[in-house]
């Protein structure tokens, strides 16, 4: 009974984590995307984000502190799914639970997917904008956005960190449940009867 309410003690602060890792990053995603189009905050994220930021008194704040704002609300709810993922891809099971240190390089693991695949995919919304000559009609985000080629790269980078973190979640879940096994396998080996 104490070894399970250890494990749940332990489980819900690495989902606390999670949450951490998730909403710093979505903040400082946030601040570079908002210097890479401005309009996309101060238009399009402004508007989507009314009635928070009324709410908050942030309505007319500089964009950049809107995005502080809005780069935390859009992402800790990505941090409590990646945390659950990864606690129980770290703990559940037959096999030794990972210490902290290897969850959080999984964490680490998942914002790197985030990082790069933004980065790749704002690259390629920024090179194709002029073959897609992207319209209001079909991308209504754009709507009142006078520099469309950026924000356009802005916006495929934000589905990407999504994308990123999905991709990431799931390969850094197999990973941990494999450095679990390795584990596994060398306690039996070598005879251990310890689990951390």
């Not at 709507?143 to 495929?156: K, M, P, Q, T, Y």
């Not at 973190?165 to 070598?190: M, Y």
Request: charged share 15%; aromatic share 12%.
């Amino acid at each position: 009974m104490k070894c399970s309410a250890v494990k749940l003690g332990v489980m819900l602060l690495w989902v606390a984590l999670g949450i951490a890792a998730a909403t710093l990053y979505g903040i400082l995603n946030d601040q570079i995307t908002v210097s890479l189009s401005p309009e996309y905050f101060s238009v399009f994220k402004r508007e989507q984000f009314a009635d928070v930021l009324r709410g908050a008194g942030l309505q007319n704040a500089p964009a950049r502190v809107q995005a502080i704002f809005v780069g935390a609300l859009a992402t800790w709810w990505f941090g409590l799914f990646l945390g659950i993922v990864l606690s129980i891809s770290s703990m559940v099971g037959r096999h030794p639970a990972l210490p902290t240190r290897l969850y959080m390089r999984a964490v680490g693991g998942v914002v790197l997917y985030a990082l790069c695949l933004s980065v790749v995919c704002s690259g390629i919304g920024y090179l194709a904008e002029p073959f897609v000559r992207p319209t209001v009609e079909n991308w209504p985000f754009l709507e009142r956005i006078n520099d469309v080629r950026r924000a356009f790269a802005v916006g495929f980078w934000h589905d990407g960190a999504y994308l990123g973190g999905f991709v990431g979640t799931f390969i850094s879940g197999l990973w941990a449940q494999r450095k679990r096994r390795v584990k596994s396998d060398h306690r039996v080996i070598s005879g251990a009867d310890t689990v951390m």
